[in-house]
């Protein structure tokens, strides 16, 4: 399974390697699509807040196009650099608070209140998602393990958007998989905890 997932992970670098050429060369710039990505989030907070959750996911499925594509012109063009890799870093994080916190708004002023905690608790978990990864490799530990990294969450959260409209048990479909991501995204936080911990101490024992 993870030999599958990674020649499909390949095969995509490959192809977008291919359009990060022809954008480097039309003068498009990996900060540029990076920021492009961020508006398009921001873009899509007002479509969340107002319900048009299909609408929302064509915008983040554009700005997720754009976040692929930002490594791909990098490497193309002036090659990845420090500062590119830590605006695209701030700026995803960013762009899941603006979502996560659009959702939450929502549920909120329909009254929704435990499914209000659950969009809080993902968007959290999500954050400490990022934050384990980063603090262990600043501390020399490879983390990439869990059900729940960004891609995934971003794929997840848009099947909830895009059949939002549709109801099981009298409960947009959306209402579910907020749940879902709530739970699984919080597994990874543990699960990447104890990963760390495991590594970390097998160091100091050393």
């Known amino acids: 399974m993870a030999n599958l997932k990674t020649r499909y992970t390949d095969a995509g670098r490959r192809g977008f390697f291919k359009v990060g050429v022809v954008l480097a060369r039309a003068g498009l710039t990996a900060d540029m699509l990076t920021y492009f990505g961020l508006l398009l989030h921001v873009g899509a907070v007002p479509l969340i807040l107002t319900g048009h959750f299909v609408w929302a996911a064509v915008v ?27 605006l695209d870093s701030t700026t ?37 998602v990022s934050y384990t990864r980063a603090r262990a490799e600043a501390l020399g530990v490879e983390c990439k393990v869990g059900l729940m990294s960004r891609p995934e969450r971003i794929v997840v959260l848009l099947v909830g958007f895009i059949f939002s409209g549709w109801a099981v048990g009298g409960q947009s479909v959306l209402v579910y998989v907020l749940w879902i991501l709530a739970v699984l995204t919080s597994l990874t936080v543990v699960q990447r905890m104890l990963h760390v911990m495991r590594k970390l101490r097998r160091m100091d024992a050393a």
């Open 60 to 86: 983040i499925i554009v700005a997720a196009v754009c976040d692929a594509l930002d490594g791909a012109v990098a490497r193309a063009g002036v090659g990845p650099t420090k500062a590119g890799a830590f």
């Open 92 to 128: 995803d994080r960013v762009s899941e608070l603006l979502v996560a916190g659009a959702l939450a708004v929502y549920w909120a002023g329909q009254g929704h209140w435990w499914t209000t905690f659950a969009t809080l608790l993902f968007m959290g978990a999500s954050q400490l």
